[in-house]
């Protein structure tokens, strides 16, 4: 009886993958003066349940899981989690300006902290139940901004806030573009 190997290949390209992104410029990153209080928010936006860092995981997960059998819509996820790359680079750099700590803690303003856990995250199997999961945390992610940005009285914090829910709101148009996709 012959043995034949057998080899499994991945030819899902993902050379020229671009952030997904709105086509609107970023203000500038900046802060009027430090606030701990506001670097406080902005940790749980950064490494929070809801946060960019749970955003970029989930999304680099569910790539993976689906570029063997969904090539194209593996690459607009790994967009997003690029963008979603750069949102946690910006919030890192006004945390920093705020005078505040970035790592992995997310800091309640009123006390408490907790680090970032792999646990926040939704891993379904099927493909609809992740972009499923994802639109719901793209919701979950404005809501939040939203909500700190009523909290922040930093019009340069605010700005950028403002316009990462712009992105948030062109992710989730992608997603139920994929949503729609699966149906078929």
């Known amino acids: 009886m012959e043995n034949k190997e057998r080899n499994f290949v991945n030819n899902c390209s993902f050379a020229g993958v671009k952030p997904a992104m709105a086509e609107l410029p970023y203000p500038p990153i900046q802060v009027r ?14 490494c929070g349940a809801v946060s960019e860092l749970s955003a970029i995981t989930q999304y680099i997960n569910n790539e ?4 063997c059998e969904h090539c194209s819509m593996a690459k607009t996820i790994l967009g997003i989690a690029v963008a979603e790359m750069m949102h946690l680079q910006k919030l890192g750099e006004m945390i920093y300006l705020l005078g505040g700590e970035v790592d992995f803690v997310a800091r309640q303003p009123r006390g408490g902290q ?15 139940e992740m972009i499923r999961e994802d639109i719901e945390s793209e919701k979950a992610a404005i809501n939040q ?3 700190h940005m009523r909290a922040i009285g930093d019009n340069g914090v605010r700005a950028v806030l403002a316009r990462i829910i712009k992105d948030e709101e062109y992710h989730i148009m992608l997603l139920l573009a994929l949503a729609e996709e699966l149906k078929d």
């Open 145 to 147: 901004y939203k909500l």
């Open 33 to 46: 003066q430090k606030n701990k209080n506001y670097a406080d928010l902005l940790s749980v936006d950064y």
């Open 114 to 128: 907790k680090m970032w856990t792999p646990s926040y995250l939704a891993i379904p199997k099927k493909a609809q």
């Open 64 to 67: 993976n899981r689906l570029s």
